[in-house]
């Protein structure tokens, strides 16, 4: 079993910035791939960034790699990986969720392959 807890959500102006957490406790991570997905009210929840724990590769949805602002990471020792973003938009705007499941490196954007999800955190952007 694998338990995540999301965290850092919370209400930013345009352009501003935020950096999500999510604390992984439970089995070790090998072979597991750790990814952030966002829920935007009434669409579907779509990969955002993910990371392959082992060795720290990291993928971005194709929306994503435009921009420089959104970077995926994680702290081996403490377990956590973390989803920075700058220069937000009002259409980031979404439940943030973490997530994590053992795949392989080219399957990492492949939501049906997580098994383990946190409970969520809502980001808000808006004046």
């Known amino acids: 079993q694998v338990q995540l807890v999301e965290s850092g959500g919370g209400v930013v102006q345009p352009g501003g910035s935020l950096r999500l957490s999510c604390a992984v406790s439970g089995r070790t991570l090998t072979n597991y791939a750790v990814a952030w997905f966002r829920q935007a009210p009434g669409k579907a929840r779509d990969f955002v960034a993910g990371?392959?724990?082992?060795?720290?590769?990291?993928?971005?949805a194709d929306s994503m790699k435009g921009r420089s602002t959104i970077s995926i990471s994680r702290d081996n020792g403490k377990k956590t990986a973390y989803l920075q973003m700058n220069s937000l938009k009002p259409e980031d705007t979404a439940i943030y969720y973490c997530?994590?499941?053992?795949?392989?490196?080219?399957?990492?954007?492949?939501?049906?392959?997580?098994?383990?999800w946190g409970q969520g955190t809502q980001v808000t952007v808006s004046s």
């Open positions: 997530a994590a499941g053992i795949t392989i490196p080219s399957r990492v954007m492949s939501r049906d392959l997580y098994d383990y």
């Open positions: 990371i392959y724990w082992s060795v720290g590769s990291t993928y971005y």
